[in-house]
């Protein structure tokens, strides 16, 4: 990766524009869990959805590869986690009916973005 990388803004990045995208869906989705779940699900995809583009605006600020790179790694394995979260959220009896397939393409999406900036 070159340093040309933190010559922008990170919000010019795609990876974080989608992922605060993401962010923003599951927040919209989580409100129409019941409140039993406010503690459990709600938060933890909340906290994991925002985990992303906020390890990537801390991956920029530290203006080194080696500590974006160690961000990204961070926002990677959020991304699968918020993945573990939703499948979960699809099973259960009063969280499987909610709308969860922007925030499934969204996260795909990021988990691709993450990959090539992290695997390129």
């Excluded at 992922?19 to 927040?27: A, E, I, M, R, T």
């Excluded at 790179?69 to 499948?87: H, K, P």
């Excluded at 959220?89 to 992290?118: F, G, N, Q, R, W």
Aim: no cysteine; aromatic share 12%.
């Amino acid at each position: 990766m070159s340093e040309d990388i933190f010559r922008g803004s990170y919000k010019n990045t795609a990876v974080w524009q989608k992922s605060f995208l993401l962010s923003q869906h599951v927040y919209r989705l989580t409100e129409s869990f019941p409140d039993s779940e406010r503690f459990g699900l709600t938060s933890q995809m909340r906290r994991a959805s925002i985990s992303i583009p906020s390890n990537i605006a801390e991956g920029y600020g530290r203006y080194s590869k080696k500590h974006l790179d160690q961000f990204l790694r961070v926002a990677y394995g959020s991304a699968f986690e918020l993945e573990t979260q939703i499948a979960l959220a699809k099973t259960l009896p009063h969280t499987k009916h909610a709308a969860y397939d922007e925030s499934e393409i969204l996260l795909t999406e990021v988990i691709k973005l993450l990959y090539v900036m992290l695997y390129r």
